[in-house]
């Protein structure tokens, strides 16, 4: 549907629902409040009706209350990944040591921050726009983002120290990431979304290297799929780690914490 040079709410809303986005109205509240003149919304409608994601268009994303930057090409938050932060928090709500593993924007670690206070927070990435985008993310935290892959990327001072390692892993397996919606298929890279032949690959390297990291009593959590998850459990058995599967009903969230 064509979108006019001045969109008003309500052409705004037509062309969205024309494109099929489910919220139209919520997302037309979105795009009205970010746009500062006619021209800029009618431009922002027209990406978001070419298929952009709603929070690359606005340029961030909620979660948990706070506003997370998110840039093309980074992977955006959902929603479902706030269950792994309150997990996180109910297990270690005294921590003090915080890493934020596969970091993308850094929402994760920005958020675990915001709720615990003043912590010694580390991010990282083996992507070099994830990390930029997580720097700015965490920077109002006082963390740290390094790139590499996994543990590599951490400073050796962390070693038996991290009270919760989170660690938000690619578990989509590498067949099934062609069937995923194209809001992600086309605008999130591969590797923030490709887990390997079952999924589990960077879990397993995760969970392996999980106990040299934490401190005593530290817990490791990742995300994982409804049909994963006995193997993802399994996974942080093997490493030695004391562990438990949690799950929401609501937000379909299936989170395994390990304890060392």
Do not use: K
């Amino acid at each position: 549907m064509p979108v006019p040079l001045s969109p008003s709410r309500s052409s705004v809303v037509a062309a969205l629902r024309a494109a099929g986005c489910v919220f139209a109205e919520d997302e037309a509240e979105l795009l009205l409040g970010a746009a500062s003149t006619p021209d800029e919304l009618a431009a922002m409608v027209a990406r978001r009706t070419g298929g952009l994601p709603l929070e690359l268009v606005v340029g961030w994303a909620e979660f948990r209350g706070l506003r997370v930057t998110v840039e093309p090409g980074v992977f955006v938050p959902r929603r479902r990944t706030e269950f792994l932060v309150e997990q996180a928090l109910a297990a270690a709500p005294e921590a003090s040591v915080v890493v934020d593993l596969c970091c993308g924007s850094g929402a994760v670690g920005a958020a675990l921050a915001a709720a615990l206070g003043r912590v010694e927070l580390h991010a990282a990435d083996i992507d070099p726009a994830a990390v930029d985008c997580a720097r700015r993310n965490v920077a109002g935290h006082g963390g740290r983002v390094h790139e590499g892959d996994l543990y590599a990327a951490l400073p050796g001072e962390l070693r038996g120290r991290v009270d919760i390692l989170a660690a938000n892993v690619p578990y989509v397996p590498t067949a099934e990431v062609g069937l995923l919606p194209a809001e992600a298929r086309d605008h999130e890279p591969p590797a923030a979304l490709d887990g390997g032949a079952d999924g589990l690959d960077v879990l397993r390297r995760v969970a392996a290297g999980a106990a040299e990291w934490l401190a005593p009593g530290g817990c490791l959590l990742t995300e994982t799929s409804e049909r994963q998850a006995p193997q993802a459990v399994d996974a942080f058995v093997r490493a030695g780690l004391t562990t438990r599967l949690a799950v929401s009903e609501e937000l379909y969230a299936h989170v395994v914490i390990g304890t060392r």
